[in-house]
């Protein structure tokens, strides 16, 4: 096989690769208000309640947001997964 065939077949399958890691990762746009509605939505679906009463603010650590409904704190990650804050974490 002739060099420049494979140098050129080398760098194709190393562009190939970066564009599918670059196109495979998730991209998520948080915004404070879609969170909140979103996290308040949940919180009523399971607990009941009003979703005015949720409050939200920015989180710490590997949280990008907290949202504080009734008596329980909710934990946003960059990815826009919720979980709830262990009271030690508050």
């Known amino acids: 096989m002739k060099r420049t065939v ?22 998520v746009t948080l915004d404070a208000t879609g969170i909140i509605n979103a996290v308040a939505t949940q919180h009523v679906a399971e607990h009941g309640g009003d979703t005015s009463a949720c ?10 947001f907290q949202v ?4 329980i ?7 826009g997964n919720v979980t709830n804050a262990p009271e030690d974490e508050l």
């Open 68 to 71: 504080k409904c009734g008596e």
């Open 6 to 27: 494979l140098i050129t077949t080398s760098v194709l399958v190393v562009l190939a690769g970066f564009a599918g890691f670059w196109l495979g990762q998730r991209q």
């Open 55 to 64: 409050l939200g603010w920015a989180g710490k650590g590997t949280s990008v």
């Open 73 to 79: 704190t909710y934990l946003v990650d960059r990815f």
